[in-house]
């Protein structure tokens, strides 16, 4: 019945490829970079690494429920500037206590999705457009709210944010928590299941009975709220909210995403790529610093690998 | 006699499921030819193979006695052959005349479009028919009639001797169709020769110089129209015995489950009203576009209903989504799987518990233990193979989809299951499996309302037959003593 199959052999290498093809990719750079430059393999360049990512980690896990439902956001990088501003504003010594700035910077940032999953489901506008405006909206609002300028001068509790706990950067530590709770939330929840129906199909999702706009909306205000943890995250490790902070920050975090092998159609991909993806990009950034690459030829090659990454996908999976 | 165009022995089948068996036909210049028969015939398979839409597994064309291949529509409309669809495609937010000479636009210099010319070229044509459309006026604005008229004048500017016409009237009122005939008529005797498929037999008759008759992708007969009656062509078209029909109604006079009060909906049907008893299969028989497609989205809450009742248990229901639907114990096997049956990466098991994903969910958690279980029992108990619960549906055959898409509707244990067009597309043994499937499910005390444009089917399955025409119940039958004959008459309209 089924097509011809290929020797069992070769077969579970392509079935191994397909499933660590990324892991593969990472370790061969990995070893390339030690090879050239052993500064690379140390633990504290490997801390810097982990630094670098947590930010565009977090966002990318965000983007991904987005992505998983067939949509797309590209306000992330000016909810981050938003809600760095918001956070930084109540952040000052001695006003709130360290829970205050940190929650009100995550729910500026799931209000964003929140509004943002409600004009694409309601209003039935194509996500690039609301998202689109809603990038400007934000930045926008972020710089009314700083009068243009940081907001400097915050507590040390909520600078601890972006320090270090027992040796361990604080946020990479968030990044993993996030990731692994989306993973199990992804794979093993109800809501999870209908995040891929709907990105799978939505006809047939609708006609399964699925809340098809409330899905959708879950996955944007997920999306925003884990960018206003970005923002938290950003303003405690630069220590100000930048209302210029961000730009191009969902960029980054699509291409992780995409790099991971979820799909810009929906329906496909996950968290485990999706950290792999910003963990490539990481490595990638950090080894042509290490090897004083010149930041015009690193955009070149980051271009370069999101694109080729993208029709790797496609051809395996023609 | 010069034949302008000849079929000779055209098979065609989709994925293993012969459509064209053979079939040859041949068309004089000058001529209205009607093409005739019930869904699925392979009417307007036969004709998109004409018109370059698709190619023929065998047999050949050919165009003034020569041997000619149509490798797409746009090298049969240089040819002279044009196909004008049920569903008319322009470019609504260009011109009459742009869309009429589409492709073929007068030009000066360096691919300028030369807009006298344009305008000039257009009001001839306009002129010929003696029509009265503005040539600057945007597709947009147009009614449905005056678009088909646009197409006929892009087929006459492509020089087209052959027009191919798929349910032309479909969307025109009486005076809409009485002016497209004067139209016809009129190309007639200038030389151009038309095929014309149509459900509506009055038309065929007042219109066509010979009808042929097509019935299970053969070419059944060849009648010139005068030479016929419209019970003899009835009868030719259905022409097969029927194989078996159900063993006896279900005894018990239950009260009805779903009860149904002057239904309607827009214009795709109106004044429904029906009643539904557990373990029956009530069949509803109609024509493509009789609405009954519509009235089983309008039940499951796809496309709601503007008014009338719907009840369930004596129970009246507002049904406005599926949710509603489900929650009142009614599911649906909608018609077309790939667009709205099945998510194509999620494997058996996921697609079958969709629907009712909270009966193995603890706080939003899933019991993937007791998923997997519940999709290996349905798995085996509905006999669909697949390699695996987790193998994507994409990749099962059509029947095998079709049963975990009926598997998934059946765990959400609904009292009413809506089934539409069930096996279109599935291979005879997989149709024989849904066939039993159903039964099965009606003698549990399911009530079935099954729509299918397979009349031997509903025959055999059904206990109780509706047709629908043109959005009204024009009969309620008892299948073990109608005939096809009788039911193709109360579906046909006029």
């Given amino acids: ?318 | 006699m010069g034949w302008l165009l000849e079929i000779c022995d055209i098979t065609k089948s989709f994925s293993g499921v012969p459509v064209l068996n053979g079939v040859s036909l041949s068309l004089q210049a000058g001529e209205i030819h009607a093409l005739v028969g019930e869904n699925g015939a392979g009417k307007s398979t036969l004709m998109k193979v004409v018109a370059g839409l698709h190619q023929p597994d065998a047999g050949e064309l050919r165009l003034d006695g020569n041997p000619t291949r149509f490798r797409s529509p746009h090298e049969a409309l240089l040819a002279g052959v044009a196909m004008i669809h049920q569903e008319l495609l322009p470019f609504l937010d260009l011109t009459v005349a742009e869309n009429i000479f589409m492709g073929i636009e007068p030009v000066s210099g360096p691919g300028w479009i030369d807009r006298p010319a344009l305008h000039r070229k257009t009001v001839e044509l306009l002129d010929r028919l003696g029509l009265k459309i503005p040539p600057d006026r945007r597709m947009r604005e147009l009614r449905v009639a005056e678009m088909q008229t646009v197409e006929i004048l892009k087929a006459l500017a492509h020089n087209a001797r052959l027009i191919i016409m798929d349910e032309p009237t479909s969307a025109l009122t009486d005076r809409e169709a009485g002016a497209l005939f004067a139209i016809l008529n009129d190309l007639r005797q200038r030389g151009a020769s038309i095929i014309y498929i149509s459900h509506k037999l009055e038309e065929v008759f007042r219109l066509a110089d010979r009808v042929t008759i097509l019935r299970d992708g053969c070419h059944v007969a060849t009648h010139p129209i005068g030479g016929i009656t419209t019970e003899a062509l009835i009868s030719l078209m259905v022409g097969r015995p029927l194989a078996n029909r159900p063993r006896s109604a279900p005894g018990r006079a239950a009260p009805p489950i779903l009860s149904v009060r002057n239904l309607a909906l827009g214009r795709r049907f109106n004044n429904v009203s029906f009643d539904l008893a557990p373990g029956e299969v009530l069949g509803i028989a109609g024509l493509m576009g009789a609405g009954r497609s519509s009235l089983l989205s309008a039940l499951y809450g796809l496309d709601p209903a503007d008014s009338g009742q719907i009840s369930i248990g004596g129970r009246a229901l507002k049904i406005s989504s599926p949710r509603n639907a489900l929650d009142a114990g009614i599911g649906l096997v909608t018609e077309d799987r790939k667009v709205s049956g099945f998510i194509p990466l999620f494997g058996p098991r996921q697609n079958m518990t969709l629907a009712a994903l909270r009966r193995w969910c603890r706080f939003g958690w899933i019991d993937q233990a007791a998923e997997s279980a519940v999709a290996d029992e349905q798995i085996r108990l509905f006999g669909i193979r697949a390699s695996g619960r987790d193998q994507p549906v994409l990749r099962l055959s059509g029947g095998n989809q079709q049963k975990v898409v009926l598997a998934r509707s059946m765990l959400a244990g609904p009292g009413v299951l809506l089934l539409d067009e069930p096996t279109r597309g599935i291979d005879i043994a997989a149709k024989e499996e849904v066939h039993r499937i159903v039964s099965d499910l009606a003698r549990n005390g399911t009530a079935i309302l099954l729509v299918s444009s397979e009349l031997p089917e509903l025959l055999s399955l059904s206990h109780r037959l509706l047709v629908m025409c043109e959005g009204r119940i024009t009969g309620t039958l008892d299948p073990r003593t109608t005939t096809q004959e009788e039911i193709l008459t109360l579906a046909m309209p006029g």
């Fill in chain 1, 1 to 318: 019945m089924s097509p011809k199959p290929a020797t069992p052999k070769s077969r579970t290498v392509l079935r191994l490829l397909e499933r660590f093809g990324l892991v593969i990719v990472l370790l061969i750079i990995g070893t390339a970079l030690t090879l050239l430059q052993p500064q690379f393999l140390t633990s504290a360049n490997l801390l810097n690494v982990a630094r670098q990512i947590s930010i565009n980690g977090i966002l990318a896990v965000g983007v991904t429920y987005v992505l998983l439902t067939g949509g797309v956001d590209l306000s992330l990088g000016s909810i981050v500037a938003l809600t760095g501003v918001v956070a930084a504003t109540f952040a000052h010594p001695g006003e709130w206590p360290v829970l205050v700035p940190i929650a009100l910077g995550i729910l500026s940032g799931a209000c964003c999705g929140a509004l943002n999953g409600l004009v694409i489901t309601r209003g039935r506008i194509a996500p690039f457009i609301v998202t689109l405006g809603m990038m400007t909206l934000a930045r926008g609002l972020a710089l009314l709210l700083s009068n243009g300028r940081p907001v400097s001068n915050l507590g040390t509790g909520f600078l601890a944010v972006g320090g270090d706990f027992l040796g361990f950067p604080v946020q990479i530590l968030i990044l993993l928590a996030i990731a692994g709770a989306s993973r199990l939330f992804l794979s093993n929840m109800r809501l999870g299941r209908h995040i891929f129906a709907v990105g799978g199909n939505e006809e047939a999702s609708r006609a399964a009975g699925l809340n098809v706009a409330g899905i959708k909306t879950f996955a944007y205000t997920m999306s925003g709220g884990l960018a206003g943890l970005a923002g938290v995250m950003l303003a405690a490790r630069i220590t100000t909210g930048q209302p210029n902070a961000g730009v191009a920050y969902e960029l980054d975090a699509i291409a992780a995403a995409v790099i991971g092998g979820t799909s810009l159609s929906g329906g496909v991909g996950g968290i485990g790529g999706t950290l792999l993806g910003a963990l490539l990009m990481g490595v990638i950034n950090n080894g042509l610093d290490l090897l004083n690459v010149s930041s015009y030829y690193q955009q070149i090659i980051k271009g370069i690998i999101i694109i080729g990454a993208v029709w790797l996908d496609r051809r395996q999976r023609n």
